[in-house]
């Protein structure tokens, strides 16, 4: 049996560097995007993906090239969290992961500030850890719910102490380019970003197709139900056609397969799996049933690559792993992998016109 797993892993490792060395992002059509960061030793991908996202939406409607702060969503996201533990006497799901969705619920509440406002690092840190921050913060919240202390106030403001000393605190307001802005202020007349324009995506066969639902999935804590829910053709057209409209994509999904290996940079289904031509609605929902595919990763697509008969997209990664292989922080996916392991997307409105005709009447 050990021989047997050797020899497996290095068969999986040979596929995916062959797959890898076939491709070079240069190749590929590419929409504006700033260069990959890293989340560090941080289970925030969920932020990083969808700021990185946003930002190409900002320089697409505006021409600015703005780094935005994914600390900001992320402490104001802790904050909410741990209000929602309170009012529902500690059954909230609370953890470092998140869904694209609340990045967008958090920008309607408290807007969104530039890197340079709130880089969210203290003591001159290089690379973001939230290791002792989130393990001060459960403690305390366990420690709430054994004592039954379900005060808002004080649980808040607590939560905000151990996120001040360990991030900074984020400001009420900040100096760009001359001058004074809010953070609500600043996405309204800066970033021009409207949260209505954009629309989220998934596809299985436990809801009826074209109509909402909830993406369940432990890190959607607050239960959202404004996820569309599509067939996996309509899931799959809406990422193409709006790369080929000149949108970028925020795409989480699950990332701890064989065919997906973080140090050769690819992703694909190997044929010992399940051959391309069986991947569909039910082979999809099987996965997600047994709990297979889950939720674990959120990416950003920066570009694609018809080549050969399946495609391929190219997307930024902040995951740590991202950056041990040569086109550091950049990862190469392919068409079956995303029909068959890819759970949700977030797109710009008009990417998805053509399906959210068929739905919204």
């Not at 969503?73 to 998140?98: L, M, P």
Request: with cysteine; hydrophobic share 35%; glycine share 6%.
């Amino acid at each position: 049996m050990k021989i047997y797993r050797f020899f497996l892993s290095v068969a999986i490792i040979v596929i995916a560097l062959h797959v890898s060395a076939q491709h070079d992002k240069d190749e590929y059509n590419t929409h504006w995007h700033n260069p990959p960061v890293s989340q560090g030793k941080t289970g925030t991908c969920w932020c990083f993906a969808t700021i990185s996202f946003l930002e190409s939406e900002v320089y697409l409607k505006t021409g600015k090239e703005i780094r935005l702060s994914e600390m900001f969503i992320v402490y104001w996201e802790y904050v909410e969290r741990a209000k929602a533990f309170v009012n529902n006497r500690g059954d909230v799901y609370f953890a470092e992961g998140s869904e694209a969705t609340s990045v967008i619920r958090m920008i309607k509440k408290y807007g969104m500030v530039p890197f340079s406002a709130y880089p969210g690092k203290a003591g001159g840190q290089e690379f973001h850890n939230h290791s002792v921050m989130f393990h001060e913060m459960d403690n305390f919240l366990k420690y709430i719910a054994k004592t039954n202390t379900w005060n808002t106030d004080l649980v808040t403001s607590t939560i905000k102490d151990i996120l001040n000393h360990h991030i900074g605190e984020p400001p009420e307001k900040f100096n760009y380019k001359g001058t004074y802005f809010t953070p609500l202020d600043f996405t309204d007349k800066i970033l021009e970003l409207k949260p209505i324009d954009y629309f989220s995506f998934m596809s299985t066969m436990s809801l009826p197709y074209n109509q909402k639902g909830e993406l369940v999935e432990a890190d959607n804590w607050w239960h959202c139900d404004d996820y569309y829910n599509v067939s996996v053709d309509d899931f799959y057209w809406i990422i193409r056609n709006s790369l080929r409209e000149g949108y970028s994509i925020c795409l989480c999904g699950d990332v701890s397969e064989p065919g997906f290996k973080k140090t050769v940079e690819a992703g694909t289904i190997p044929s010992f799996d399940i051959p391309y031509d069986a991947i569909d609605k039910y082979s999809r929902e099987f996965r997600l049933n047994n709990k297979t595919t889950t939720d674990d990763h959120c990416m950003h697509i920066v570009g694609y690559l018809d080549k050969g008969e399946m495609g391929w997209f190219l997307l930024k990664d902040s995951g740590a792993g991202g950056f041990e292989s040569p086109n550091k922080g950049f990862r190469f996916i392919r068409e079956d992998y995303i029909k068959l392991k890819m759970m949700n997307i977030m797109v710009y409105k008009e990417g998805a016109r053509k399906v959210l005709d068929q739905i919204i009447k």
